[in-house]
């Protein structure tokens, strides 16, 4: 079967990568993909940007691909796979309705909301309903986001109330063009961060290996958030007392609760938890597709097929496929051009990849493109230097090796990716067992029949006791003007 993945970064490397590695799979095309993509055995890339619907139908009908895989977020919040769905063509991913979860925070945090799942107290508010006041009453630091799709830049953590009614205007004053429209001013979170993705099929969902990177540019933690300068798996965070709640409190709820509003989920749905103290997994944003670049080091740990899985949701049984995953760790550094985020230079030739194609692991490109023979740096996040080991210790010290062995002028990355892992809170790492996940069967009874907008057995199953945790007394005054509008929370 040929296999077509959209789009152009180091998860639709990872992807494409992963796919050409099935026996099953005889071509996997990218479009548009990049110089890694260009150079992998069995793929190809076509010149179609994954915004041209059209171009990736034409694509699909004219070189007969079977499955189609979309990696970023804009085509799957723009209905790519309603398109696809219109023409009889299969495409894994959610449907428009149901990516809106990423494509709008404030139509997220009402979801979550309406189904009880633990996430930050927060209020939305536009140009017309925005009230400094509000901003001022609460205790920072405190979180200002543009609603909308921002590329990873409508974020701001304000240390000061002044620094957040400035980010909040500015953002409804038209900086990040219609992203900023609606602006959700959040509560800070305490807590470790983790990505928990997993596949969905409308009712079933199999979690995927668990993961976290590291937003933030520099080591230690600091610096400006990025799209992520590196990721490993498995995140220590996530003990299985940790995976249990996050199933239960936020995946069960959010598939359920799409299905019963009549937009049952397919795809990979991505979780970002802040697990606070207590252990509570606070959602701090759904994303409708896999992670970049914690795609990386999941799929290097992924023994399964991956286009099983992904054909397995797309015909609704997923509880009838398991994934194995290699008990090894993986981890993945990030190597970004000068400049990055704010302003990357581009144009670089790299050297090096031929050496780092003889070590252990594998290094994937994001913004990368060939100039004749020469590949040259393309965008801001240019590589993602991944490998495995026996601990996040050992994954680390391959990855750091491959990435050491990778030269362009101005090339820029952390040297401390996995350092909370390292630091002793790594769970597991020496088990050489290897392990199979069945899918977790979410509505036995009714299925398919949740997309009706019936009720979900199950809905209420939060305990109230959840719903004090992630409305304490220091945000009430954030609520007022939510409980003041009569809207239940
Ligand atoms: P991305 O595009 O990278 O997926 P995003 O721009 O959609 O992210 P979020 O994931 O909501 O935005 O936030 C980015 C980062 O900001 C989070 O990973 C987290 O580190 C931090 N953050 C967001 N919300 C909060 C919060 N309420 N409390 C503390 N930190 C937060």
């Given at each position: 079967m040929k296999v077509l993945v959209i789009g152009a970064g180091g998860r639709e490397h990872a992807l494409a990568w992963k796919c050409a590695a099935?026996?099953?799979?005889t071509e996997v095309l990218v479009a548009p993909g990049n110089a890694g993509t260009a150079r992998e055995p069995k793929v190809r890339n076509v010149d179609?940007?994954?915004?041209?619907f059209g171009g990736l139908v034409r694509l699909a009908r004219s070189e007969g691909v079977a499955l189609t895989i979309v990696g970023p977020e804009a085509p799957l919040v723009a209905g790519v796979v309603d398109t696809f769905e219109k023409h009889g063509l299969r495409c894994f991913g959610p449907r428009q309705a149901a990516a809106r979860l990423e494509g709008s925070k404030a139509f997220a945090k009402e979801f979550l909301r309406r189904h009880r799942i633990p996430t930050a107290a927060s209020v939305t508010v536009t140009r017309e309903t925005f009230d400094p006041e509000l901003v001022r009453r609460q205790r920072t630091p405190i979180v200002v986001k543009?609603?909308?799709?921002?590329?990873?830049?409508?974020?701001v953590i304000a240390e000061t109330a002044a620094e957040a009614l400035a980010a909040a205007e500015a953002m409804l004053e038209g900086r990040l063009g219609e992203a900023g429209r609606e602006v959700v001013i959040e509560e800070f979170l305490q807590g470790e961060e983790a990505s928990f993705i997993v596949v969905a099929d409308g009712s079933h969902v199999l979690p995927l290996a668990t993961s976290q990177d590291h937003?933030?540019?520099?080591?230690?933690?600091?610096g400006p958030n990025t799209g992520g300068m590196g990721a490993y798996s498995p995140?220590?965070?996530?003990?299985p007392a940790i995976h249990e709640r996050i199933m239960r409190e936020v995946i069960e709820p959010a598939i359920r609760g799409l299905a019963a509003e009549g937009m049952a989920y397919t795809g990979f749905l991505y979780a970002g938890i802040m697990v606070a103290r207590d252990g509570t997994p606070n959602v701090l944003e759904f994303n409708c597709r896999f992670g970049d670049p914690e795609t990386q080091p999941i799929l290097m740990r992924l023994e399964s097929d991956l286009t099983v899985l992904c054909e397995a949701a797309l015909d609704g049984r997923l509880d009838r496929v398991q994934a194995t995953w290699d008990a090894r760790a993986a981890l993945g550094v990030v190597m970004a051009a000068e400049g990055y985020p704010d302003a990357p230079r581009m144009g670089a030739a790299i050297a090096g990849l031929d050496a780092a194609a003889k070590l252990p692991g594998k290094v994937f490109h994001a913004g990368t493109r060939l100039s004749g023979d020469r590949v040259v740096v393309s965008g801001g996040r240019v590589l993602c230097a991944t490998a495995m080991g026996a601990t996040v210790a050992e994954a680390q010290r391959a990855a750091y090796a491959l990435a050491d062995a990778v030269h362009w002028p101005g090339a820029t990355y952390r040297r401390d990716i996995g350092h909370r892992a390292i630091a002793?809170?790594?769970?597991?790492?020496?088990?050489?067992r290897r392990f199979a996940r069945p899918a977790l069967w979410?509505?036995?009874?009714r299925g398919p029949r949740a997309a009706s907008g019936r009720s979900i057995a199950g809905?209420?199953?939060?305990?109230?006791a959840c719903i004090g945790r992630i409305m304490p007394p220091l945000v009430w005054s954030l609520h007022r003007p939510v409980l003041e509008n009569g809207e239940e929370y």
């Open positions: 099935s026996a099953r799979v179609v940007q994954a915004s041209d543009a609603s909308g799709l921002a590329a990873g830049k409508g974020v937003k933030r540019l520099q080591d230690g933690d600091r995140a220590p965070v996530v003990t002793g809170l790594y769970i597991g790492a020496n088990r050489s979410l509505c036995p009874s809905f209420r199953t939060v305990p109230p």
